[in-house]
């Protein structure tokens, strides 16, 4: 099955600062990978996404990037702001006969003044 | 417009007895999906419904048992409690299983002792 790993487990920036946080895959079949903002009691919010026709895609201050021959996909954060704290989760979707997201571990940012 | 929406947000339970947990999907999606999240850890794929029917299952023990009704909402059922079931449950709905993104509730906390 499909295997998720993310990178770093822990990130602290000064406002302003970018981040960026990175993802590996393990199917090549999955084609689907979308980004989880959780803050604390809450569940994850999705977001961005991008599709595997596409290497890259930008929101604002939040850009994702696909490299499907590594199997490597990273999120960019600009200009971070407090309310950027969060953990962020990337996930990988497997379709079949159920459509399938599979998470990494999670990245703990933290945006410190 | 409303999300998806979960009851209770949180439960007390002890080892040996059933929960159940309810879901309701965003309006219009026919797809729910269940996901387990243990603190610190992403969240975990139990199950998926679509048209009341099972479209597929992670790897949970059948104590694990799950239901879709016909307006879509749907419930998940766990037997024989163990410590080790305590979690945030989520949600998850899309429009149909093909659809990619999924869109997650706030989440129940089960909280077994």
């Known amino acids: 099955g499909e295997n998720v790993e993310q990178h770093p487990s822990t990130l602290s920036v000064q406002e302003g600062d970018s981040a960026v946080i990175k993802c590996t895959y393990s199917?090549?079949?999955?084609?689907?990978f979308p980004w989880y903002k959780q803050e604390l009691g809450k569940g994850p919010q999705l977001i961005i996404d991008?599709?595997?026709?596409?290497g890259e895609k930008k929101d604002q201050r939040i850009a994702v990037t696909l490299n499907k021959t590594a199997k490597h996909f990273s999120l960019h954060i600009t200009e971070t702001q407090p309310e950027d704290s969060a953990v962020y989760f990337c996930?990988?979707?497997?379709?079949?006969?159920?459509?399938?997201?599979?998470f990494g571990t999670g990245t703990r940012l933290q945006v410190t003044l | 417009d409303a999300g998806v929406t979960q009851s209770p947000t949180h439960l007390i339970k002890t080892r040996g007895q059933h929960v159940t947990l309810r879901c309701s999907p965003i309006?219009?999606?026919?797809?729910v999906s269940w996901y387990q999240q243990v603190l610190g850890q992403g969240p975990q794929f139990i199950f998926q419904?679509?048209?009341?029917?099972?479209?597929g299952r992670g790897n949970f023990p059948d104590r694990f048992s799950a239901r879709q009704f016909p307006n879509y909402s749907s419930e998940l059922n766990v037997n024989a409690l163990l410590l080790g079931d305590s979690a945030l449950y989520l949600c998850?709905?899309?429009?149909?299983?093909?659809?990619?993104?999924?869109?997650f509730g706030p989440g129940t906390r089960l909280l077994v002792l």
């Open positions: 998850a709905s899309t429009l149909s299983p093909g659809e990619e993104t999924q869109y």
């Open positions: 991008i599709r595997s026709n596409v």
């Open positions: 996930a990988a979707l497997s379709t079949g006969t159920a459509s399938k997201l599979t």
């Open positions: 419904y679509y048209e009341k029917e099972e479209r």
């Open positions: 199917d090549s079949a999955s084609n689907y």
């Open positions: 309006s219009g999606h026919k797809s």
